[in-house]
């Protein structure tokens, strides 16, 4: 049985009180809870990391599949509930920290051997999937709930107007899968907005490789930093436009009309 919001008892006695600065919204609809437990279909062979467990809501059933499990949370009081909470689970180990400073080497070194997890707070979704990005070889997949609007970014395709830098480059690396969508009133205090469950699976091999995907960053973030421009207009700073013009590309487009592809071209034209 999940524990009730009130039931988590602060060292003073009182009981916790959802976090703003933590963007916390505890997940308590049980269908839900279900539902993403079958799309991560857990079993005791895997490596699970979650971010931001909360209440538990997630690693109670996580846990029954015999997984190990290590937990990431920032707040230091849902830390040692949820230390005392697993005390005789051996197999989840609960670490006070935050995540954007926290490597996921630390925990394996072996290629795909990691499946992460999450509810990750709109504030710092996009730096946390950057910053897991950064090893992704050792990663087999992520699920996700974000809102919803940021899944649309993540999903978007050329000319969509969520098109940009997040998608690009989650998905140079990535698989990116929308799975289905969360209503508000799933959560406790209910948050203005409606979330989503999204899969990303790291690639084995990358389908568009570049040179330097730093480089590919740097094109895309600065193409986007000025979207109403011609690519020309918008590039000018990082690459001339005559070796611009020898490249298969309308030159002439907007940012959101090229596709990953024509990004790594431009890439690896600078990077020659």
Do not use: W
């Amino acid at each position: 049985m999940k524990p009730e919001l009130a039931d988590i008892k602060l060292k003073n006695g009182l009981p916790h009180q959802a976090r703003k600065r933590f963007g916390q919204n505890f997940l308590h609809d049980n269908n839900i809870i279900e539902k993403i437990i079958d799309s991560i279909a857990p079993t005791k062979n895997d490596h699970l990391i979650e971010i931001g467990p909360g209440q538990g809501a997630l690693t109670i059933p996580l846990a029954e599949s015999g997984a190990r499990i290590d937990c990431i949370e920032l707040d230091r009081d849902l830390a040692a509930f949820l230390t005392k909470e697993f005390a005789n689970r051996s197999s989840v180990n609960i670490i006070q920290q935050d995540m954007l400073k926290y490597d996921l080497s630390e925990l394996s070194n072996k290629e795909k051997s990691l499946r992460v997890i999450g509810n990750l707070p709109y504030n710092i979704s996009t730096p946390v999937i950057f910053h897991l990005l950064k090893n992704h070889h050792l990663i087999a997949d992520m699920v996700f709930m974000l809102q919803l609007e940021v899944i649309q970014r993540l999903t978007a395709s050329p000319g969509d107007k969520n098109y940009g830098r997040l998608g690009l480059m989650v998905q140079y690396f990535c698989e990116v899968e929308h799975l289905f969508n969360v209503p508000s009133s799933a959560f406790t205090p209910k948050p203005n907005v409606v979330s989503a469950i999204v899969r990303l699976k790291p690639y084995a091999e990358l389908p568009f490789k570049a040179k330097d995907p730093e480089c590919l960053q740097t094109v895309i973030r600065t193409a986007f930093n000025q979207r109403r421009k011609t690519l020309k207009n918008s590039l000018r700073g990082i690459i001339s436009e005559n070796i611009l013009e020898t490249l298969p590309i309308d030159t002439s487009l907007r940012p959101e009309n090229l596709s990953l592809a024509e990004y790594v071209l431009i890439s690896d034209a600078i990077t020659k």
